[in-house]
């Protein structure tokens, strides 16, 4: 099984560049979530029909204009660069629906996918209606974008989360799962990991392992690549110097994040000092 899914540069047209190629259901052991990383160059439009699965069109830098089947959204997008730590706008677009995406500058964008049933409507999520948090205490202090967390009813299965770690720092930590269908225990979630890092030639360390160690597999990830998580713990080292960014989709049979710790290491919790 790899994890692990190298940053690519594959040409889809011209002005369009495919970063990363997760598509739904591609991947073994992923039945519930995909993702596309795409830089697409000022002027140019890239576009999909949705199908049975619902989207979630993320500007990670740059402004886009996004149209559906039925209206001409408008144009968003909030940064030059991911690291200026600010929410980005988005939009949710539902199953049986065709988009297309032009950059109004040169944009580099994150579609997330989920498989759904409802027909929902478009929605454009706004940076202002990211619900930002302050996660951590210590070394595991991080800054969380919700664009659609598990209490959003804008969509019926995604959930789409940025995180931001700084150097030193660790993150998803301590380690957690969500990869049982056992409500109100846990939740089963898969998750796709997008990572980013400043300086660019930075790396971060990311473990995803089970209780049995079916998996167990230490990963150095660098800029651009993304790390599967069918199930098990997946904690992430930032090393100093270095800040981290990483966007994660999720899904799963019931959209609620119920997780649990590894036990050997929820007492870093309880400490005092």
């Known amino acids: 099984?790899?994890?692990?899914?190298?940053?690519?540069?594959?040409?889809v047209k011209d002005g369009v560049t495919m970063l990363q190629d997760l598509p739904l259901r591609s991947v073994d052991d992923l039945?519930?979530?995909?993702m596309r990383v795409l830089e697409i160059s000022a002027g140019s439009s890239y576009g999909?029909?949705?199908n049975d699965f619902e989207v979630c069109v993320v500007?990670?830098?740059?402004?886009?204009?996004?149209?559906?089947?039925?209206?001409?959204?408008?144009?968003?997008?909030?940064?030059?660069?991911?690291?200026?730590?600010?929410?980005?706008d988005s939009v949710y677009i539902g199953i049986n629906n065709r988009f297309e995406i032009?950059?109004?500058?040169?944009?580099?964008?994150?579609i997330a996918y989920a498989p759904a049933k409802k027909e929902l409507p478009t929605k454009v999520i706004l940076a202002e209606d990211n619900l930002v948090e302050h996660r951590g205490k210590y070394n595991n202090k991080r800054l969380v974008h919700n664009i659609l967390d598990d209490q959003s009813t804008i969509s019926?299965?995604?959930?789409?989360v940025e995180v931001f770690t700084d150097?030193?720092?660790?993150?998803?930590?301590?380690?957690?799962?969500?990869?049982?269908?056992?409500?109100?225990?846990?939740?089963?979630?898969?998750?796709?990991?997008y990572h980013e890092m400043n300086p660019k030639q930075g790396f971060v360390f990311q473990r995803v392992y089970t209780d049995d160690l079916d998996i167990d597999e230490t990963m150095t990830v660098k800029n651009g690549d993304a790390v599967i998580v069918p199930r098990g713990y997946h904690p992430v080292g930032v090393p100093d110097g270095y800040d981290s960014f990483y966007l994660n989709v999720m899904a799963g049979p019931t959209k609620i994040w119920k997780f649990n710790n590894d036990m050997d290491h929820e007492w870093i919790l309880d400490r005092s000092e």
């Open 31 to 34: 039945k519930y979530t995909g």
């Open 48 to 50: 999909e029909t949705t």
């Open 59 to 88: 500007a990670l830098t740059g402004k886009i204009a996004v149209s559906d089947n039925k209206s001409n959204i408008g144009i968003i997008g909030k940064r030059n660069d991911i690291f200026e730590k600010v929410p980005t």
């Open 156 to 160: 019926e299965s995604l959930l789409v």
């Open 167 to 193: 150097g030193a720092n660790w993150s998803s930590y301590p380690p957690h799962k969500h990869d049982q269908d056992n409500l109100p225990e846990e939740s089963l979630l898969e998750e796709i990991y």
């Open 1 to 11: 099984m790899m994890l692990l899914k190298q940053k690519l540069s594959k040409p």
């Open 102 to 110: 032009t950059a109004e500058n040169d944009a580099k964008v994150l």
